[in-house]
Nanobody, 124 residues
Framework: QVQLVESGGGLVQTGDSLRLSCAAS????????MGWFRQAPGKEREFVAA????????YYTDSVKGRFTISRDNAKKTMYLQMNSLKPEDTAIYYC?????????????????WGQGTQVTVSS
């Protein structure tokens, strides 16, 4: 069974940076895609960024391009979301997600496994 545990959230000010982590366990992830999603109060969950665990492509929603960077460390089985130039509208609970094969496009937002989320609050 895949387990995902997020960490790194917190309260920051506009323009600050945060790095979220997602520790993955339970199996080998070489054929997996991993993603970050977020859900703001009163809004639906939205896609933020994704990558293939084996490396190569990344994919971002337009609102975070140039500010957020998704990456992973194979040895630590951990995925990261580096968030720079944070804005109040980035305030949300951030979730990491994973899906196994078959390989689909990173723009496909269907995922099988989810973490419990970590709160990010950006004050103005």
């Amino acid at each position: 069974q895949v387990q995902l545990v997020e960490s790194g959230g917190g309260l920051v000010q506009t323009g600050d940076s945060l790095r979220l982590s997602c520790a993955a366990s339970g199996r080998t992830f070489s054929n997996y895609a991993m993603g970050w999603f977020r859900q703001a109060p009163g809004k639906e969950r939205e896609f933020v960024a994704a990558l293939y665990w084996s490396g190569g492509s990344t994919y971002y929603t337009d609102s975070v391009k140039g500010r957020f960077t998704i990456s992973r460390d194979n040895a630590k089985k951990t995925m990261y979301l580096q968030m720079n130039s944070l804005k109040p509208e980035d305030t949300a609970i951030y979730y990491c997600a994973a899906r196994g094969p078959p390989l689909r496009l990173l723009s496909d937002t269907r995922y099988d496994y989810w973490g419990q989320g970590t709160q990010v609050t950006v004050s103005s």
